[in-house]
């Protein structure tokens, strides 16, 4: 999607960074109008659960609620009692980037790591983990297995990779949980349809991620597993959720599925990492660090680069996962002119170091 700055962008800390699309903008507006029934008994509420059913091609329960943090931990808090665990991997959204979020709305459930690699649990350490001191009055009981896609490190998880820890979870009578905050990423990147990636492969319930590719306040829990919709009911009351003006919410992600505007969002976002990438591996001295093919990407720049680039106005994070290595996350603004002024400085600066 183009957008009308006359310079540049030059901010790649997160696809949060990026604005609100007008689409969505327009729909709130129009929200406005009138009036409603409130706490998501309007007519724009019931038309996103209908929308959300012909996405996934199956009936679902859909939970509006304000954040990602929200989603993860009312959906988690669902599937495990307080004495359950989590079993999600160490690079998992809901253990470094939460502040205990999970935890709080779970009531003390426990998050227990399944490392692997691509930042995947390795299935043979997960069969050992959904049984680990089953019934075991002295120990958290497992209860859920949580997937981030994509994952913090920007791989995604295929699908044959979702079955397996899907099968291998229900197998032990645990669900699963997947955390989409880039939902329509991993889409675009596995050529995929919505149901393919989540129930289909046995995913129970999904946080379903929107801020990051276009809208204001509005995520949503979504859940294929019906024994869930009426603790999930009052979980999102509970839980501050359920908002009075909720067609607030609702007319975001109305506008964000119609039109497929959530989806030429991704495919943009998604495309303008893979120019980044592809220009930025043609460079000396800049190495590309593991195997994204989403909108999020690890690159090991000199030191002296990553000042000269912050020195010149470009944002983005670098040396908080290990000396070095920077993070860039592309957008649903981002255009090929922003890539490559990008490109074009670090080659330039790079040639000075």
Known sequence: ?????TAPLTGYL???AAGTAPEILAAMAQASTGLAAPYGNDPTSARL???MADV???PVDVFVVGTGSAANGLALAACTPPWGSILTHPDGHITNDEA???EFFTDGAKIVLVDGPRSTMDPTALRAAVVRRRGDVHSVQPSVVSLTQVTETGSVHTLDEVREVSSIAHDAGLRVHMDGARFANALVALECTPAEMTWRAGVDILSFGATKNGTMTAEAIVSFDPSLSTELAFRHKRGGQLTSKMRFQ???LVAYLENDLWMRHARNANAMAARLRDGLRQIGGIEVVGDASANMSYFRFPAALTQALHDRGFTFYDDRWEPGVVRLVTSFAHTARDVDAFVDAVRALAIID
């Open 1 to 5: 999607m183009a957008t009308s700055t």
């Open 14 to 16: 997160s696809d949060n």
């Open 49 to 51: 659960t209908t929308l």
């Open 56 to 58: 996934f091609e199956r």
């Open 100 to 102: 205990g979020a999970p």
């Open 250 to 252: 609702s007319a975001q």
